[in-house]
């Protein structure tokens, strides 16, 4: 579904606007709801999480000045179900989408990965300089066991920091997550240099 | 969030598309508007994640995990980027890991018990300790400049001032050779405005900003484009800036794809 994403500057304020009439807040809003709905392509399976986001957010700017007056309730849930409906109509395309994404998995693509292994874990020592001591040390402790030996470390882990396993996930996540953008962000300049 | 109806292995079954039409669509609209249930299912799929790179998930569960997580070329490459992470962890865990060196340690105490060998380690501690003090030195001025930099580019604090120049991306032409610029006529620091040459326009844009040949980088994280969404102001303050070459990497806040590099040359 990959296509030109572009939404009418008059809609996209009217977007805005309708999810905060503070701007800043409106936009944070607006940026997180574009994750989170192709988090949700992902889990459907769709082959194109980041196009069916731009597809949904095209749809509501399309009808907004319609929905908008009459729409009772958190408008990330009109999203969400716009999101819904597209996946539906798009059941059968995407499936045969993965059929040939998978049939294109070929010997070029598995020596590309291996290429780009090596520029992820130049990228990864970059990022992890960084991060500040604290966190690179609770990665490495979070991270430090594997299968069933990780449950009880892990256990012990937030006890010794007081908090529970829980919050000790949702914390590692937060670190990991900024880590991996930060990596994201740098592979393409090692890419260019080839 | 319900902890006695959601709970991590109802999460699981959701993330594995094991769940019916209903209860997915109760778990996806908490996901996107109770930030406490975001976490949660966000942290359930960092461990089913965990759990397939251990290759600890059944076939089917792998299965049902590649077909949703591994499709396309974007999360393959995720997946390899968390496996790193991991893999990295471990490996340092093991180097220090007393039960996988206790041959070393048998070495160490053995060096505890020699008199000759108690200066060089003081020394050697000395260096440990006098090198540390330099790097921690160091992360707090880079601390100091990212701060200033977020307070300079704050929201609140940009008017329509004058611009001391304009640059455009490098994959412009011309773009890659602009005037040098000179910070001694501006004492209050320069501001820049990078031209934003893409189709797509975000309400939020971070820059990276070092000296070329230099490894060190300064981020800052808060730009808004002007209103036509068109360029993207950064103001840097006249001592961050010395003789040479800098280079700016403009991202897309959300977008991993959108990003512009740009350059100048400070002359004095």
Not at chain 2, 124 to 144: D, K, M
Not at chain 2, 231 to 248: D, E, N, S
């Amino acid at each position: 579904m990959s296509r030109d994403f572009a939404i009418a500057q008059e809609s996209f304020d009217e977007i805005l606007a309708w999810f905060n009439p503070d701007r800043e807040r409106a936009a944070a809003m607006y940026v997180q709801l574009r994750h989170d709905l192709a988090k949700t392509f992902v889990w459907r399976q769709c082959s194109d999480p980041e196009g069916m986001t731009d597809e949904v957010f095209d749809r509501v700017a399309r009808r907004i000045r319609e929905v908008r007056p009459t729409y009772k309730g958190d408008p990330r849930l009109y999203f969400r179900a716009v999101a819904n409906n597209l996946v539906k109509e798009n059941f059968k395309k995407i499936k045969t989408q993965i059929a040939l994404e998978d049939a294109d998995l070929t010997k070029q693509q598995v020596s590309q990965a291996e290429a780009e292994d090596a520029d992820v874990e130049e990228c990864l020592q970059a990022c992890l300089e960084e991060l500040s001591f604290d966190k690179r040390e609770l990665i490495l402790a979070y991270y430090a066991k594997e299968k069933q030996a990780k449950i009880d470390h892990r256990r012990e882990l937030a006890q010794r920091f007081g908090i529970s396993v829980e919050t000790l996930r949702v914390r590692t996540h937060r670190i990991c997550l900024s880590l991996e953008q930060c990596i994201e962000r740098c592979l393409p300049a090692y890419e260019q240099r080839k | 969030m319900d902890d006695e109806i959601i709970d991590d292995v109802f999460l699981r079954e959701f993330l594995l598309g094991k769940v019916n039409d209903e209860e997915r669509g109760r778990i996806e609209d908490l996901f996107l508007i109770d930030p406490q249930a975001k976490e949660r299912v966000l942290g359930v799929e960092q461990d089913l994640i965990e759990d397939y790179l251990e290759g600890t998930l059944t076939t089917a569960d792998g299965a049902r995990f590649v077909a949703r997580y591994a499709q396309t070329p974007e999360q393959r490459r995720r997946l390899r980027i968390t496996k790193s992470i991991k893999d990295w962890a471990l490996a340092e865990a093991a180097s220090s890991d007393p039960a996988k060196t206790s041959g070393r340690s048998g070495f160490l105490a053995w060096f505890g018990f020699r008199p000759a060998f108690v200066l060089p380690l003081a020394a050697t501690a000395i260096i440990v300790i006098v090198v540390g003090a330099v790097w921690l030195s160091r992360r707090a001025e880079h601390s100091a400049i990212e701060k200033e930099l977020a307070q300079l580019n704050a929201p609140s604090s940009f008017r329509d001032g004058p611009v001391s120049l304009e640059l455009s991306p490098v994959t412009v032409r011309g773009g890659e050779s602009q005037a040098p610029l000179n910070t001694r006529a501006s004492e209050n620091g320069v501001e820049l405005r990078l031209l934003w040459i893409q189709k797509e326009r975000y309400p939020g844009y971070q820059a990276t900003i070092r000296r070329v040949n230099e490894r060190q980088s300064f981020s800052v994280r808060t730009l808004q484009p002007e209103s036509d969404g068109k360029a993207i102001r950064l103001k840097l303050p006249a001592h961050f800036l010395t003789r040479g070459m800098y280079q700016i990497k403009l991202s897309a806040v959300g977008s991993g794809s959108s990003v512009e590099e740009y350059q100048f040359m400070v002359g004095n």
